[in-house]
């Protein structure tokens, strides 16, 4: 079972960047699996951000596509996202999984928080 580590979120100015993380703590191979992030406001459902497979191919929601890139290090057997451009509508807890859609994931970690305010 993946126990996924996110870290590098922040504060952040609108137009302002951050690159978030996801690292395995347990030695779970992430490289063999698909990382989705996603991202989670009180009372809304978690929402897919962007899908990167273990080819390196990707997706993104409508909200990231053109501001957000997501890509992996095999070397380091993790995975990032890198945000640019950010918006107040981007503030949410952001994780990361070892699929791209959350029905099918139940060991999500602590998630980081990202807030884009001025």
């Known amino acids: 079972q993946a126990q996924l580590v996110e870290s590098g979120g922040g504060l952040v100015q609108p137009g302002g960047s951050l690159r978030l993380s996801c690292a395995a703590s347990n030695g779970f191979p992430l490289n063999y699996y698909h990382v989705g992030w996603f991202r989670q406001v009180p009372g809304k459902a978690r929402e897919l951000v962007s899908c990167i497979d273990n080819r390196g191919n990707t997706m993104y929601g409508v909200s990231a596509r053109g501001r957000f890139t997501t890509s992996r290090d095999t070397a380091k057997n993790a995975a990032f996202l890198q945000m640019d451009n950010l918006e107040a509508e981007d503030t949410a807890i952001y994780y990361c999984?070892?699929?791209?859609?959350?029905?099918?994931?139940?060991?999500w970690g602590q998630g980081t928080q990202v807030t884009v305010s001025s």
């Open positions: 999984a070892s699929v791209c859609d959350a029905r099918f994931f139940d060991s």
